[in-house]
């Protein structure tokens, strides 16, 4: 397991105050509403920063962080990362996951096929859907809905699906 989440990416700068416009990663945006600091990282460097101030505008969060007065300031965070440290995460419900505690697992049929290792998670609107790649590169696209994934093993580190007639 990763010692940080990701929560976001900073995808813009908003306002002449020099705040962030993030693009959240977390199906749960008021969980910023909970930290006094997070971490900006790129490709070079981690950098501890704290919130003064949280806005939403259009499912995007706007932060203001201590030390960031300007819109340029802002600008050279563009395309960084949001992160926190793990024990600082919002506890999860029973049965939800983090996705990046999931990539990786393999998936098996109901019936004990191996159809892959899980690479990917998005989401359509509706539902998530996993993304399963074979040992041939072969992928398999499988929506995360209680008819097709039917047991999240973490401690085997394996999915159990049911294929639904017409999925594959």
């Known amino acids: 397991m990763t010692d940080y989440l990701e929560l976001g990416q900073i995808v813009n700068t908003f306002g002449i105050k020099g705040m962030v416009k993030i693009k959240p990663f977390t199906d749960d945006i008021e969980q910023f509403e909970h930290l006094q600091t997070i971490y900006i990282k790129n490709k070079n460097s981690k950098k501890e920063y704290e919130i003064e101030e949280i806005k939403y505008h259009k499912n995007m969060i706007l932060l203001k962080l201590k030390g960031i007065e300007t819109p340029e300031q802002a600008e050279n965070l563009r395309n960084s990362y949001v992160i926190i440290p793990r024990e600082k995460a919002k506890k999860l419900e029973e049965g939800t996951y983090y996705i990046v ?3 990786g ?12 290792i899980l690479e990917d998670i998005f989401n359509t609107g509706s539902n998530d859907i996993y993304v399963v790649k074979d040992n041939s590169g072969k992928e398999v696209l499988l929506p995360a809905i209680k008819d097709v994934i039917k047991k999240v093993d973490m401690d085997n580190k ?3 699906v049911h294929i639904i007639k017409g999925l594959i």
């Not at 998936?107 to 159809?115: A, C, H, P, S």
């Open 101 to 103: 505690d999931m990539i």
């Open 158 to 160: 394996k999915i159990i």
């Open 105 to 116: 697992l393999e998936v098996y049929t109901d019936e004990g096929e191996n159809l892959g």
